[in-house]
């Protein structure tokens, strides 16, 4: 009985000094690794968001990596003339978080456009509801002020060590004799190990895959197309009209700039893409003014190859012909007319549905789009990664001020159970937005714009609609 009892042990105590004795063999030529008690990998807004949240944390040392010249972003000086095209659409309650945390008052404040108004029109089932708020709804900034404005505040961290142009080609876990924490290796020699390894960095999170964290979901077939418009009016409204090829967007900026998000089936992406910016500013006024069979005559038109001048004039014609009918006197829930479009502003990405198994693995967690992505129609991309910041730095400020391990499994599963749900609750939700306002079929069209003119008639509970999306 004493041999079969003590026989394993010995076995496994072997092993485990084997696997010691080859990393530490490995590790000998190699940089020693430097020690932190959080390393995030990614700075993009959830992780540069993170990172300053965690500058708090006194007596803990913080290290944010990213691949790219994070230096060129926190000293980019913004054109006089435009806006960029990759912008992010903020809640009033995620700004007030980064005010706090002093990372929103860095950024070019005037840059900023805040709103406190939406109209969403359906153009099947003629269907609108006009989301009018008392206070601010959201904010409009663009991704590199944003970025560029975190970064500088945190330069002022002392306990925040960035990383950049770093990108990342390994990460191993030490044995348990080392502590069993990550390991991350940068293409410039560095190593660091961490208590706590946070993946911030993205869709393709490497984080994500070292720790063997799965992904399951679906693609949309579509593309989201974003460019910069110049409108003819200044604008404080943003508009979406529900397309039976996707949704258009129309999202304000300053000086009477606005934000184009048009979400398009795959043919229909490659045909805009490549149309003459001229053309495509008049698809824009089209899109939110057109019925959809006329859209479709202007699309094929593109599809056999009309040229600039007779694209340009047949839509103009449409164009004429609405603002004499009857439905151009809702003036309202229409916006602005585009003049033109910020050349060589447009640029596009994919349109997917990911969800994960796990927020949280051994000493690893998920912030932002490396742990779930939806689609742009509600704008709750990365809000719910600042909801995930928010939430994670929360649990690990509690566990540093309670003297425990930030990597524990019981920090990090408080963090898991309390946005899990929540992240696939309202990924259901935009998914199924999506797919409702997708279907052709009659009784559904009538159906759900009935249900928008209902919901516009009351107030009491638009706000609670409002209050559930941007706060």
Known sequence: ???????????????????????????????????????????????????????????????????????????????????????????????????????????????????SRAVVTDALGGGAIDLGAERTAAYMIETKNMVGGML????????????????????????????????????????????????????????????????????????GLVATLCLEELNRTAFQRFLPSGPVALLPFPGGFANLVWSLDAELFQLLRAAPEAVVAGLVNAAFRLAPAELRYIYDLLRDGADEATLNAEIEWRLDVFAKSAAAAATAKLPPRVAAITPKSRTSFPLRLRMVDSLVADRVALVGDAGHLVHPLAGQGLNMGLEDVRCLATHLEQAAAGGEDLGAPAVLERYNRERYARTLAMQG???????????????????????????????ALKDRLIGAFMS
């Not at 700075?43 to 949240?53: E, K, R, S, V």
């Not at 230096?71 to 706090?100: F, S, V």
């Not at 020699?189 to 911030?200: C, E, P, S």
């Not at 799965?214 to 593309?223: C, H, R, V």
């Open 429 to 459: 939700i935009i998914d199924k937005v999506w797919r409702v306002f997708g279907a052709r079929a009659a009784p559904v069209t009538a159906l759900r714009s009935a249900a928008m003119d209902g919901l516009d008639r009351l107030p």
């Open 152 to 223: 500088r505040a945190i330069d002022e961290r002392r306990n925040v060590s960035v990383v950049e142009r770093a990108r990342v080609t390994g990460i191993e876990r030490a044995p348990a004799t080392a502590a069993g924490w990550p390991v991350v290796t940068l293409a410039n020699g560095q190593r660091l190990q961490a208590r706590l390894l946070v993946g911030a960095d993205g869709a393709s999170s490497r984080v994500r895959k070292f720790a063997g964290i799965d992904t399951y979901g679906s693609e949309y077939a579509q593309y």
């Open 1 to 115: 009985m004493r041999r079969a009892v003590l026989s394993p042990l010995r076995t496994v105590s072997w092993r485990t000094l084997d696997r010691a004795g080859s990393w530490r063999r490995r590790v000998a030529t190699q940089a020693a690794p430097e020690l932190y008690d959080v390393v995030v990998v990614g700075g993009g807004p959830a992780g540069c968001a993170l990172a300053g949240a965690l500058g708090s944390l006194c007596g803990k040392r913080i290290a944010l990596v990213d691949s790219g010249k994070l230096g060129d972003t926190r000293q980019w000086e913004p054109p006089g003339d435009t806006y960029l095209p990759r912008a992010l659409q903020i809640t009033e309650g995620n700004k007030e978080y980064l005010a706090r945390l002093g990372l929103w008052d860095q950024c070019y404040l005037d840059r900023i456009q805040a709103y």
